[in-house]
């Protein structure tokens, strides 16, 4: 269920439980028109905050009760400066997870009146950043028959309350198509692999987006040979369920049907098991979750469609599951891509390179696009140099790559940029092939490698890869599933908002 959300200028009648925005100082929650007994109680109740609480924090309920009745929290806002690098969402996750814990449904969080966050000519955007930081913490999927007695509630309705919801709601309206893209990545990345296969990931995606003006095409294995793609079909070659290539085509509006469209290729393994190389049964279960490059990319798309953006995009997505079987591919196979060069095998767990190859290959050849970005969970090794905080991202054109940074570090989703070098090619080159898929055993910087493989399918075209292993899922108390990375970041870089 997703909740509602609004916003009103006074308090939120209809909710059953309010967090009010306050700072150590006081500075920024006085709220008039509230019951004496209530304005003391929230005085008081700063002083509940632990010593060196962070922005987030959430203390209550107090002891008074707001208009109607309801159960009143404290949330602590940060300070001027702090309101950078996806703070305002941080807070409305933090406000909703605390409130939806307690068990309330219909959820208020009020800013006051002479705030410096409510005050400031940002109050509507800040008002529907936490609105959307809410909305996304607000976002559960299972497939239990039976809920547990210490589930959280499922938010019904949030209301932001403040001056400035005359602006959130315009502010609004762009990020509610984001939080429909990132949920939908969301879904599937959370479906299990004997739901969500190459085929049936497809059709989920013409039912969702047709509808809203995308054109989706679905490719076969037929047409998938015709195109000569040998990489995506050897890597599905040792499953019963077969590949797919997804096209998807955004014209814009307006000006944006003008010049080429920008591309986003996404990683699309609906099931790993490594193939041949098999992977350690533990924690096997999460590579379900290595389709979130597709899943991210068919969010995006979504949200663009939603926005009605200018901006004219495509997306190729090719999915496959890797399987071992008497029909799968070895090691020290060659293979023929989509470009025509030869691939020597080393280990089938390496395949995500594989089938983007021959999807990078594709997108560029056909669309002739003016970038291109791919986002795919490729690597253990970027998870070993950035952990879970950070995406890596190399990219063979420096703007490109800095905006996708500084978009990242604006919506939260942030990126590092790690090296490409002609160097790391001595690393690739076989004897038998034009290029071997990784580096030889003894070699390090898998990640690295990865990307200066991906380079030889790009040309010349600004071009950016995106290594999502280690953010593809929600993590910390209280989360779990998808996390739906990169649709924000991508939406804002393609549409501003």
Request: charged fraction near 20%; aromatic fraction near 6%.
């Amino acid at each position: 269920m997703t909740p509602t959300v609004e916003f009103q200028p006074g308090w939120p009648r209809a909710a059953t439980a309010v967090a009010i925005g306050v700072t150590r100082t006081g500075s920024s929650d006085r709220i008039d028109d509230l019951d004496p007994a209530l304005q003391k109680a929230i005085r008081r109740g700063r002083r509940l905050f632990p010593k060196g609480a962070e922005p987030g924090a959430v203390v209550g309920p107090l002891t008074a009760f707001g208009p109607g009745g309801a159960a009143v929290y404290l949330l602590m806002l940060p300070a001027v400066s702090g309101w950078a690098d996806g703070a305002a969402q941080r807070l409305g996750e933090a406000a909703l997870r605390h409130l939806a814990a307690a068990g309330h449904a219909r959820l208020g969080i009020v800013l006051g009146d002479r705030g410096r966050a409510a005050g400031s000519r940002m109050a509507g955007s800040r008002m529907a950043d936490i609105a959307l930081g809410a909305r996304l913490a607000a976002y559960r999927r299972d497939l239990r028959t039976r809920p547990r007695p210490d589930d959280p509630a499922r938010v019904r309705q949030l209301i932001l309350a403040g001056p400035g919801s005359a602006r959130a709601r315009v502010a609004w309206r762009p990020l509610a198509a984001i939080a429909e893209g990132v949920e939908f990545a969301r879904e599937l990345v959370d479906e299990p692999g004997n739901r969500i296969y190459p085929a049936s990931f497809a059709a989920a995606i013409r039912r969702r987006l047709a509808p809203l003006g995308v054109s989706v095409e679905i490719l076969a294995p037929p047409a998938l040979r015709r195109l000569a793609m040998g990489a995506l079909l050897a890597v599905a070659s040792g499953s019963a369920n077969t590949a797919r290539l997804v096209v998807m085509r955004w014209p814009g509006r307006g000006r944006g049907k003008a010049g080429r469209p920008v591309a986003l290729v996404g990683k699309g393994v609906t099931f790993d098991t490594g193939g041949i190389s098999i992977k350690p049964a533990s924690k096997m279960e999460e590579m379900k979750g290595d389709m979130a490059g597709a899943a991210a990319v068919a969010g995006t798309m979504l949200a663009l469609a939603r926005q009605k953006a200018t901006t004219a995009a495509v997306a190729v997505l090719p999915l496959v599951e890797n399987m071992p079987s008497g029909t799968a591919y070895r090691p020290g196979d060659v293979l023929t891509s989509h470009s025509g060069h030869t691939i020597e095998v080393v280990d089938t767990d390496a395949e995500g390179r594989l089938i983007l190859a021959d999807a990078l290959s594709y997108a560029v050849a056909r669309f002739k696009p003016r970038a291109v970005v791919d986002l795919a969970t490729l690597t253990y090794s970027v998870i070993a140099a950035l952990g879970h905080l950070y995406a890596g991202i190399f990219s063979n054109n420096d703007a490109l790559a800095r905006k996708l940074i500084a978009v990242g570090d604006a919506t939260g989703e942030r990126l590092w940029r790690l090296p490409l070098h002609g160097d790391y090619n001595e690393h690739l080159k076989s004897d038998i092939a034009d290029i071997r898929q990784c580096a030889p055993d003894d070699e390090s910087a898998d990640a690295v490698h990865a990307a200066q493989f991906l380079e030889h399918f790009v040309g010349r075209t600004p071009w950016a890869h995106l290594d999502i292993a280690g953010v593809e899922f929600l993590r910390g108390e209280g989360r779990h599933g998808g996390s739906g990375f990169a649709v924000r970041l991508l939406t804002r870089w393609l549409t501003g908002h």
